[in-house]
C-alpha cells in the first residue's frame, strides 16, 4: 500500500465520523507496531493539508518489560517533526509478576490507556488517536459476543469522562495486510513486542477464527463491518453522528 492508499483510508475516517476539529492537540498512541506507525505517518501527512489545523504529540507507554527498545521511533518522530515521548511504567511487572494474570491483556489494555491519556492530558491534548484497524473493529465484535455475551464493538469516536478527552480511530477502514504492506514497502523499523502473552491470547484465538471462517464465507470482514456501522452500537451509524 502506498502513502496515498494510506491517507484516502485516513481522510475518509477522519470525515465520516467527523475525528478532528479546528485547534485539535491529538496525541498519538504509538506502540512501534506497524499499525501505530500508519497511524502517527498518516496524521503527519493528513495534517499537512487537511482543512482544520491541528497539532500533533507521540507517546508511548513502555511496560517495563525487557528487550523494548524505541530509538527507531524517536528517529522516525525527529524525521516527521512530531514532539515523541517515552512514559515508564512497571505494568508488566504487576501482571506477570506481581498479579501473575491468567489473562493479562484486559487489564494491560486499561492499565496502557490509563498511563497514555494521563501523559496526553500532561501536553495538553484534547485527543487520542488509536491505531485499531478493521480487523480490529471485526475481532473486538465477535470477542464481545463470544466472551461477553453482548453486541458490541468500540467506537470511532469516544468521549472519556474521567479524562474529558476524545478517543478517535482513523485508520479503522484500513484491512490489517494494508497496514503490514505499506510499512514492508516503507523500509520502516518496527518495533517487536515484548509482551510474554503475545501470540497467546483471547484476539489472537479469535482472529484464527476468523480466518478460517472467512475462508468459507466470501467477504466476511466487510459484511461485519458494514454489518456494525448499520446497528445500534453507539457512535457507528452514521446517520446519528453530528
Aim: glycine share 8%; with cysteine; aromatic share 8%.
Amino acid at each position: 500500500m502506498k502513502l496515498q492508499k494510506l491517507l484516502s483510508y485516513v481522510r475518509r475516517a477522519v470525515d465520516d465520523y467527523h475525528m478532528i476539529e479546528e485547534g485539535d492537540k491529538i496525541a498519538v498512541g504509538v506502540s512501534g507496531g506497524k499499525d501505530s506507525i500508519c497511524l502517527l505517518i498518516a496524521l503527519k501527512h493528513l495534517q499537512r493539508f487537511y482543512p482544520k489545523h491541528f497539532e500533533l504529540e507521540a507517546i508511548t507507554v513502555s511496560l517495563g518489560l525487557p528487550g523494548a527498545e524505541y530509538g527507531d521511533i524517536q528517529a522516525l518522530c525527529d524525521e516527521l517533526g512530531v514532539h515523541y515521548s517515552v512514559v515508564h511504567t512497571d505494568i508488566g511487572q504487576i501482571i506477570f509478576e506481581e498479579r501473575k494474570e491468567k489473562n493479562p491483556c484486559s487489564l494491560c489494555a486499561k492499565m496502557r490507556k490509563g498511563a497514555l491519556n494521563t501523559k496526553a492530558e500532561e501536553l495538553g491534548c484534547n485527543k487520542v488517536a488509536l491505531g485499531h484497524n478493521k480487523d480490529d473493529v471485526v475481532e473486538t465484535f465477535f470477542m464481545s459476543l463470544f466472551y461477553e455475551g453482548r453486541i458490541n464493538c468500540f467506537a470511532p469516536v469516544s468521549y472519556l469522562d474521567r479524562s474529558k478527552l476524545y478517543s478517535i480511530r482513523p485508520l479503522m477502514y484500513i484491512p490489517e495486510w494494508e497496514c503490514r504492506s505499506f510499512v514492508n514497502h516503507s523500509g520502516i523499523q518496527i518495533v517487536k513486542n515484548p509482551c510474554l502473552a503475545d501470540g497467546n491470547t483471547k484476539r489472537q484465538e479469535t482472529k484464527e477464527l476468523l480466518l478460517e471462517l472467512s475462508q468459507r464465507y466470501d467477504n466476511l470482514q466487510g459484511k461485519v463491518f458494514s454489518a456494525i456501522q448499520r446497528s445500534q452500537i453507539k457512535g457507528w451509524n452514521q446517520n446519528e453522528v453530528e
